[in-house]
């Protein structure tokens, strides 16, 4: 059974940054066992959106809006994967979810994605 726990959501002031974590549990990173892992948003009253995704060779990929304020990566020494979140605006409040693919292969599809934790909620004050 995979589990994946997030961490370091909170409450942040427009501009400031935040670090999120994924630890994943379950079975091991390797090149198709969660060789893609990716994050994930959900604000009230809309649709989950993609964020980042990396893959097992460190592909990455980004939602338009995010690209330059937001950074994933991965260690799969520690099956773990990080959300480093810059220049934050009140549109980003969301609670953000991190998603496992069973593939090597990068994707910014939901419906791709295998396992997810449960979420962890950021917001960014105005």
């Known amino acids: 059974q995979v589990q994946l726990v997030e961490s370091g959501g909170g409450l942040v002031e427009a501009g400031g940054s935040l670090r999120l974590s994924c630890a994943a549990s379950?079975?091991?990173?390797?090149?198709?066992?969660?060789?893609?892992m990716g994050w994930f948003r959900q604000a009230p009253g809309k649709e989950r959106e993609f964020v980042a995704a990396?893959?097992?060779?460190?592909?990455?990929y980004y939602a338009d809006s995010m690209k330059g304020r937001f950074t994933i990566s991965r260690n799969n020494a520690k099956n773990t994967v990080y959300l480093e979140m810059n220049s934050l605006k009140p549109e980003d409040t969301a609670v953000y979810y991190c998603a496992a693919r069973l593939s090597p292969s990068g994707s910014y599809s939901r419906a791709d994605y295998d396992y997810w934790g449960q979420g962890t909620q950021v917001t960014v004050s105005s």
């Open positions: 379950g079975r091991t990173f390797s090149t198709y066992d969660m060789g893609c």
């Open positions: 990396v893959t097992w060779n460190d592909n990455t």
